[in-house]
């Protein structure tokens, strides 16, 4: 795995194990044509999908509306005051997003969109090699995420949701929610997971 710069540099959730995985997962399926992640934040897990993709010719699209999720928001467990606008009154990360990927070199491949997952969804028709969900975690942004982007994913392609945990003390549900409900749709089969990182392939 060849990355252009740290992913642990950058700001964001994401294991280097999964980042990895998620590296290998695209650089095995981009070549079938592009990739998308939902919940870009500032570009951790967009270094290593869009270097896979890069490699491989591809282009990944990147959709987030830089807003923050509900535990970003001022006075939440994750907010960061660094990315918050004072004056606009809001939670920002797309300047530092475009930061990261200009440093990282893959802004010829990178596609950024940025706007509500549920928005960007409705009118979608490109066939996906790659689907990384990871926006917000409650459990209506969770199966609006699902339904939007599930149909999408052409046979052989992976759908990847991050921040799975099957015990409620760990983590919210929402995620591991709609991984059972994909695990139980006929449409796909569970892959080996890595950490809270559970990985489906649509088999039909």
């Not at 999720?69 to 960061?80: I, K, M, P, V």
Request: aromatic fraction near 8%.
């Amino acid at each position: 795995m060849h990355l252009p710069i740290d992913p642990d540099t950058l700001k964001g959730f994401l294991a280097p194990d999964e980042g990895a995985r998620l590296f290998e997962l695209a650089a095995e399926v981009a070549p079938s044509g592009p990739c998308l992640e939902v919940g870009s934040y500032c570009g951790k897990s967009t270094v290593y999908l869009g270097s896979a993709c890069q490699q491989a010719g591809q282009i990944l699209y990147a959709v987030d509306h830089h807003r923050g999720s509900e535990e970003h928001q001022l006075g939440e467990e994750y907010h960061d005051p660094e990315l918050f606008d004072a004056g606009a009154g809001v939670m920002d990360s797309f300047r530092e997003f475009r930061q990261n990927v200009d440093r990282a070199a893959l802004s010829d491949c990178v596609v950024p969109i940025v706007a509500t997952s549920e928005l960007v969804g409705r009118h979608w028709q490109t066939p996906l090699s790659l689907v990384f969900i990871d926006g917000g975690h409650s459990e209506a942004a969770a199966l609006a995420d699902y339904r939007n982007w599930a149909p999408h994913i052409m046979a052989g392609g992976i759908l990847a949701i991050h921040d799975i945990f099957e015990n409620p003390e760990e983590g919210g549900q929402a995620p591991f929610n709609i991984y059972t409900m994909a695990r139980s749709s006929g449409l796909f089969e569970a892959l080996p997971a890595t950490r809270t990182l559970g990985v489906l392939r649509r088999i039909r």
